[in-house]
């Protein structure tokens, strides 16, 4: 059963955690508010690994110091362009990032939620990446993937219960497997209601996989979260201005610092009626 | 009428897609994704598009496919889906790139750049590459600096990787079967190389010739490309009302 929190009360508690999961799919359902939470806690050092695709949210850990590896196929911000800093830190070295594709991220999930010391690849064909790649276990005829686990998942959904169970309105993309794969799961969720109501909605990641819950309403923005808001496409331009003009520190003042009720003031009551408009269009 | 760049591609792109066959789009692919939709509406209704992968039969257009946007999908998958029809395989699978070469290997991680790199964004799903029985491929940049003779990196390979064909390098499945860019269709000879056989947009074919980084040949050839009046209806009608392709 799950224990509900607040974002400060996650900052304190991080600890010595070295990997994080970051649940949805570019810029879709990213936990944002518990990665700024993160930020704020200062913990650095930090592998992360994600759904085969990452945004905004793996991108601002790396603008912020805080990552030494990176596990993730794709980060970008799909059409609204480069995810700045990590483009930065691949070309000058200042990160590490795994060669993996989707079989190989996925692979690794699959392996730890079975407590398998292997996960089956034999799809992977010929290509620069999968030839050679150091992640492979080679048995027999045979190769695939270890195990994935990191110490801690911070998912979003838009909906959950005091027990933990959550509701994804659109695709839960790899939220369950990585919820399977960590020590330790928390979730954000645009709203906290009762068991009876995610029940009738259906329960996408149960309760039992999740640790903490934490009711954050726009949580997932700068990203989406379906059927709540969209991405906020002008913010995402407006951080990637930051990142490539050197002034991240300017950004992280006005929009990480303050605790998520300043944020969502900050962006105003205009621009989140916007984005929830076109959320429900 | 006269049709959109984006949306002469969706249309070239539509046509060569079939009833009954099973396809994936990548997140941000309004392109092959209207091409689908078109399809499902015109000639190809038992089409089953896995959007995202995961968004099966998307409903219509958004802005942006992964985003929070309602795609009205039919049903929804998880990436545990994904991961088992990537092995399973498909029909058909889409792929865009920072390069293409004239083999339709394509190239998302990383471009050389004196002793450095210019760093791609990455690609999530390379093995579709060989497990879809075919693959399309298509670009919004006809021009040198992406249709290049050798990609620097071989994200999924075309119909050569290193001097060896799909064949001699144990690849099951056909490949690369077209490429579609803002000025024309491309489709792979006996020996794999990508060569022209529709101009879709007017440009002059020395012009064409100049802005491809591979022997296109002296001469265009003679097809013609027409959009019918019902393709552009439906596209812009019932696929396309917000005209994200115009």
Known sequence: MAQETSLAAFAQSVGDVTSVALGGMLLENRPSALVRALIRSGRGGLFVTSAPAGSWDIDVLIAAGLVKTVRVPHVSFAVAGTAPATKAAKENGSVAFDPVDEALLLGGYLAASAEADIQLLDNLGVSDFASENPLLIKVGDHQGVGPLRVDLALLHAQYGDAEGNLVHVGSRWADLLIARAAKRVVAQVDKIVPARVTAKLGVTVPGYLVDEIVETPLGAHPTGSVGAYVADLAHLAEYQAAVKAGSFSSYADRYITPDHDAYVAELGTARHAALSAEAQS | ?246
């Open chain 2, 1 to 246: 009428m006269t049709a959109s760049i984006r949306e002469r591609m969706a249309v070239l792109i539509s046509r060569a897609l079939n009833d009954r066959e099973v396809v994936l789009t990548g997140a941000a692919s309004a392109i092959p994704l209207a091409a689908c939709l078109l399809a499902r509406q015109r000639h190809a209704p038992g089409l089953t598009v896995l959007g995202a992968g995961v968004y099966i039969n998307p409903g219509r257009l958004v802005p942006e496919f992964t985003a929070g946007w309602d795609c009205h999908p039919q049903a929804i998958a998880d990436m545990s889906d994904v991961f088992a029809v990537t092995e399973l395989g498909i029909d058909v699978m889409f792929y865009g790139g920072m390069q293409i070469d004239r083999h339709g290997s394509i190239n998302l991680h990383q471009i050389r750049k004196g002793d450095g790199i210019i760093a791609g964004p990455g690609l999530a799903n390379t093995m579709l590459g060989h497990t879809a029985r075919r693959t399309i491929l298509y670009t919004e940049r006809h021009e040198r600096r992406t249709l290049v003779d050798a990609v620097d990196f071989v994200s999924v390979v075309g119909h050569r990787y290193r001097g060896r064909s799909r064949a001699e390098l144990g690849l099951p499945n056909e490949g690369p079967a077209l490429l579609v860019t803002p000025d024309a269709l491309m489709r792979p000879d006996a020996d794999g190389t990508l060569g022209v056989e529709l101009v879709h947009s007017g440009a002059a074919w020395a012009d064409l010739r100049d802005r491809t980084g591979w022997d296109i040949g002296e001469a265009p050839p003679p097809a013609r490309f027409e959009i019918s009046d019902e393709e552009l209806d439906i596209l812009r009608r019932v696929v396309d009302p917000r005209g994200l392709l115009r």
